[in-house]
């Protein structure tokens, strides 16, 4: 499926007229984005799974050359079967070693032909195998796709508001909270209306159990002010300070349980848009929120 390329939307949410907000712009543009990156994550996960079919097929080819090998090799011991069976006719004073020869042909094509049960056996597996892996990446990703629908559609008007973006990239899915919705300049505290967010925010969460929750503090490059070094000497500090806001808030005032989530603080060294001008510092200063998998998220504590 071709996406339609952000440049021709956007082109055509401008056409619409001087009486299209700046707020129903954005939205259309976040729309769009999310409805892109959603196909571009179903074609990849359908590379992979082609990626994954050519390997097994592949695996197969060799393994019934093998089987074609078997079988020439089957075919010969049994010629050399009758050969030898003619030469005891002529030869009876070697009877008892021609006896010991076709044995131990006997016991070769026994080999051989279990040899060749294995090879169908693990060519059936391999086909089984095949099948299982589809099966489950399929459910995998309508899973991930099941449970942003949920979000989606349960935080549709925090979204429409522009407080906060919801994404799906590689079957993992992230909630971006900007910091003017969460955090007055240079502050951890959460301000009233961010604590109106992280509230709904975090009755959604409740509702996947199964998932922990990454929250990662980020910044702009623009260096801590001379009246704040004291408390936080870099961004680091600053971006750490405000995740583990966000994490006492959703354990202490939502109830997430504290073993479901991961504070971080990245600082200034993954952005998402250009620190050159103010409408992009403002999109780099952020809370990001992570849903992974529990079990992979208790590996790494």
Known sequence: MKRLPIVILLGLALSLGACVSKNTFQ?????????????ADLSTAN??????????????????????????????????LLAANANQ????????????????????LTDMQQT?????TTIEELNLALEKEKIAREARLAKVKNTYNQLVGALEDEI?????TISNLEGQLSVNLLNKILFDSGKTVIKKEGQKVLKSLGDVLNKFPE???????????VQISSRLKERYPTNWELST???TSVVHFLQDKVGLPGERMIAAGLSEYQPVSSNDDTEGRAQNRRIQILLVPLKTAMATK
Do not use: W
């Open 47 to 80: 590379a992979e799974l082609r990626q994954d079919k050519i390997t097994l097929q592949g695996d197969m080819s060799k393994l019934n050359s093998r089987l074609v090998d078997s079988l020439q090799q089957n075919s010969k011991l049994q010629r050399n």
């Open 241 to 243: 300070a405000r995740a």
């Open 160 to 164: 429409k508001r522009g407080e906060l």
């Open 116 to 120: 060749n049960d294995q090879l169908l």
């Open 211 to 221: 998932k922990a929750l990454q929250i990662e503090g980020h910044t702009d490059n």
């Open 27 to 39: 939205q259309k543009v976040n729309e769009a984005d999310l409805l892109t990156r959603d196909v």
């Open 89 to 108: 006719e002529r030869q009876e004073g070697n009877l008892s070693l021609h006896q010991q020869q076709i044995a131990a042909m006997h016991e070769q």
